[in-house]
């Protein structure tokens, strides 16, 4: 008995979704990994993932909840920026 596979005349039961926009770009920028970040910002590994601890940079954990830590680069630019705009020289949080 031959399976038969869907063809464009014979749709599935389940229609495809289409990925939105963000999804698209996100999935094909590569992560990033701390030491990237911590080049990238000349700071120590420590300080990425200290920050990281206390939710100041986004990132992604892979797999469970002591999986690696990674980050999307659009994410760091978007961070960057908005902390490059509430600065200001003198000024101390």
């Known amino acids: 008995m031959a399976l038969a596979l ?3 005349e014979t749709p599935t039961d389940t229609p495809a979704m289409p990925a939105s926009p963000a999804h698209n770009r996100q999935s094909q ?3 990033v990994t701390a030491a990237q970040v911590a080049k990238r910002f000349s700071v120590s ?3 990425v993932y200290q920050a990281v601890a206390d939710g100041r940079l986004p990132y992604r954990r892979l797999g469970r909840d002591d999986g690696p ?3 999307v680069s659009a994410e760091i630019d978007a961070w960057l920026d ?3 705009r509430g600065w200001s020289p ?3 949080r």
């Open 29 to 31: 920028e590569p992560l």
């Open 6 to 8: 869907p063809t464009p």
């Open 45 to 47: 590994q420590a300080w």
């Open 69 to 71: 830590v990674r980050f």
């Open 82 to 84: 908005e902390q490059r």
């Open 90 to 92: 003198g000024r101390r």
